[in-house]
């Protein structure tokens, strides 16, 4: 009896009597219920046990006179995934990854990184950032910050150009907009790439282009932490190069060439073609399916968590604005806004009489949950252990040594209740009114 195949991407065998699957074990109804008992696990709410009882019976009776997913890894749900990307950043290329530092990866490839060139970025971000360049030789150079956003002071990046610089990486602390139109200045003035860092900001804009569709390349994070999510981990690179786009795909896996066959199999491996036209070996990046639906599902509501996210933050500045010695976040414009993953706490110490760090014992006294993103990049053991001198490195970036040790931190915007939120604001203001009075 002739049946058709759900082969993938490496076999394709059409209608066959024995057909080849592209997923060895199939998943089943039982498979299912596990999945939706671990989304929507027991909340200690009477009743769920009897509901779960339905729902696993309902599943049963489904799977009976259902197919079985055929398909798990770089199929239709990913490229819709990337189709959607495209189509809510204006991006003529998306690439859905593993991870945003496996696009990252693929993006410095591109750019043609490697051992002895020069990475610009601000000194406080995620270690993710200057993974790749650090593994293949190159030196990361630290830009200082902009001591109202946190994020790279496109003054101090001129200060740091030279001829090795190979790339510039801007990144959207907390979702805040980077000062695109400075970095870009100065990234065409000396003709070198740009990719942003917008792991925090998906969904922000900046002068009428949404964050990450600006720059060379640029693209998110969709780890569990962030405002949405694949599943727990994920990644987006975007670009509007046909050059870079248009190697996207084999970036992302290892190089496969179906437009090529060497003899008597099935495809061509080929490499990555960086812009100086060296060669470049990709890795494997690839997205699940599962993570795909994951995606395709919280894109449809970013706007409305972000909205969300934006009206606490105005609560937040309202309240904390009217106590002297409080610095309230910048503000959306029309052309500029956040997507408010971080709210930004700033105080000016000498007003308040302490500095962030005696704050922050105060707040977490309180029951606040505050976490000053990120600690400065060349404090970290693993640069030393490379050669960096971490107190010539601190003396470049004065600002970011004044901001992170005295004079900023970061508190939570997910959804929180009313209550919540009122008690968050409430409490930085009884706890700064408390430095005032020594106490």
Same mark, same amino acid.
Request: a negative charge; charged letters at 25%; glycine letters at 10%.
């Given at each position: 009896?002739?049946?058709?195949?759900?082969?993938?991407?490496?076999?394709? %065998?059409?209608?066959?009597?024995?057909?080849?699957?592209?997923?060895?074990?199939?998943?089943?109804?039982?498979?299912?219920?596990?999945?939706?008992?671990?989304?929507?696990?027991?909340?200690?709410?009477?009743?769920?046990?009897?509901?779960?009882?339905?729902?696993?019976?309902?599943?049963?009776?489904?799977?009976?006179?259902?197919?079985?997913?055929?398909?798990?890894?770089?199929?239709?749900?990913?490229?819709?995934?990337?189709?959607?990307?495209?189509?809510?950043? *204006?991006?003529?290329?998306?690439? @859905?990854?593993?991870?945003?530092?496996?696009?990252?990866?693929?993006?410095?490839?591109?750019?043609? %990184?490697?051992?002895?060139?020069?990475?610009?970025?601000?000194?406080?971000?995620?270690?993710?950032?200057?993974?790749?360049?650090?593994?293949?030789?190159?030196?990361?150079?630290?830009?200082?910050?902009?001591?109202?956003? +946190?994020?790279?002071?496109?003054?101090?990046?001129?200060?740091?150009?030279?001829?090795?610089?190979?790339?510039?990486?801007? %990144?959207?602390?907390?979702?805040?907009?980077?000062?695109?139109? *400075?970095?870009?200045?100065?990234?065409?003035?000396?003709?070198?790439?740009?990719?942003?860092?917008?792991?925090?900001?998906?969904?922000?804009?900046?002068? *009428?282009?949404?964050?990450?569709?600006?720059?060379?390349?640029?693209?998110?994070?969709?780890?569990?932490?962030?405002?949405?999510?694949?599943?727990?981990?994920?990644?987006?690179?975007?670009?509007?190069?046909?050059?870079? *786009?248009?190697?996207?795909?084999?970036?992302?896996?290892?190089?496969?060439? @179906?437009?090529?066959?060497?003899?008597?199999?099935?495809?061509?491996?080929?490499?990555?073609?960086?812009?100086?036209?060296?060669?470049?070996?990709?890795?494997?990046?690839?997205?699940?399916?599962?993570?795909?639906?994951?995606?395709?599902?919280?894109?449809?509501?970013?706007?409305?968590?972000?909205?969300?996210?934006?009206?606490?933050?105005?609560?937040?500045?309202?309240?904390?604005?009217?106590?002297?010695?409080?610095?309230?976040?910048?503000?959306?414009?029309?052309?500029?806004?956040?997507?408010?993953?971080?709210?930004?706490?700033?105080?000016?110490?000498?007003?308040?009489?302490?500095?962030?760090?005696?704050?922050?014992?105060?707040?977490?006294?309180?029951?606040?949950?505050? +976490?000053?993103?990120?600690?400065?990049?060349?404090?970290?053991?693993?640069?030393?252990?490379?050669?960096?001198?971490?107190?010539?490195?601190?003396?470049?970036?004065?600002?970011?040594?004044?901001?992170?040790?005295?004079?900023?931190?970061?508190?939570?915007?997910?959804?929180?209740?009313?209550?919540?939120?009122?008690?968050?604001?409430?409490?930085?203001?009884?706890?700064?009114?408390?430095?005032?009075?020594?106490?």
């Amino acid at each position: 009896m002739s049946e058709k195949s759900g082969g993938d991407f490496r076999y394709s %065998v059409g209608e066959s009597k024995v057909p080849w699957h592209a997923v060895g074990e199939f998943f089943d109804g039982s498979d299912a219920l596990e999945v939706v008992k671990f989304l929507l696990p027991d909340s200690g709410k009477a009743g769920y046990d009897g509901k779960l009882a339905v729902a696993a019976e309902a599943i049963a009776a489904l799977a009976e006179v259902s197919g079985r997913a055929t398909k798990l890894t770089l199929g239709r749900k990913v490229a819709e995934a990337e189709a959607e990307a495209c189509r809510y950043f *204006g991006s003529k290329y998306a690439c @859905f990854t593993d991870n945003w530092t496996g696009g990252m990866e693929i993006a410095y490839k591109l750019a043609g %990184v490697s051992a002895g060139d020069e990475v610009i970025m601000p000194a406080v971000t995620f270690i993710a950032t200057m993974a790749y360049p650090l593994s293949v030789g190159a030196k990361i150079v630290f830009a200082d910050i902009d001591p109202v956003t +946190i994020n790279l002071d496109p003054a101090d990046l001129e200060k740091k150009i030279t001829p090795k610089t190979k790339m510039i990486v801007p %990144v959207h602390l907390g979702g805040c907009p980077v000062d695109m139109d *400075g970095v870009m200045e100065v990234a065409r003035k000396h003709g070198i790439p740009v990719m942003e860092d917008a792991a925090h900001g998906m969904g922000g804009a900046y002068k *009428g282009k949404k964050l990450g569709s600006i720059a060379d390349f640029g693209g998110f994070s969709l780890h569990e932490v962030k405002n949405i999510n694949s599943l727990g981990e994920g990644g987006i690179l975007l670009t509007d190069n046909d050059f870079y *786009g248009k190697q996207f795909a084999g970036g992302r896996f290892l190089g496969l060439d @179906f437009t090529r066959k060497i003899k008597d199999w099935l495809y061509d491996i080929s490499p990555l073609m960086d812009k100086n036209g060296g060669i470049q070996v990709a890795q494997n990046h690839s997205s699940t399916e599962i993570q795909a639906l994951g995606l395709i599902l919280q894109m449809k509501r970013l706007d409305q968590i972000i909205a969300i996210r934006r009206q606490a933050a105005e609560y937040m500045n309202g309240v904390l604005g009217e106590e002297r010695g409080i610095l309230i976040e910048k503000s959306d414009t029309a052309d500029t806004y956040s997507t408010h993953h971080l709210y930004l706490l700033r105080i000016d110490p000498k007003t308040v009489g302490g500095n962030i760090q005696q704050l922050s014992a105060k707040l977490a006294a309180k029951g606040l949950t505050n +976490i000053t993103h990120f600690g400065p990049m060349y404090r970290f053991k693993i640069m030393r252990d490379l050669g960096y001198n971490e107190h010539e490195l601190a003396a470049s970036c004065p600002r970011t040594e004044e901001m992170f040790y005295h004079s900023y931190t970061h508190l939570p915007l997910y959804p929180l209740t009313e209550e919540q939120l009122v008690y968050q604001a409430q409490a930085v203001v009884e706890a700064v009114r408390e430095l005032k009075q020594g106490k």
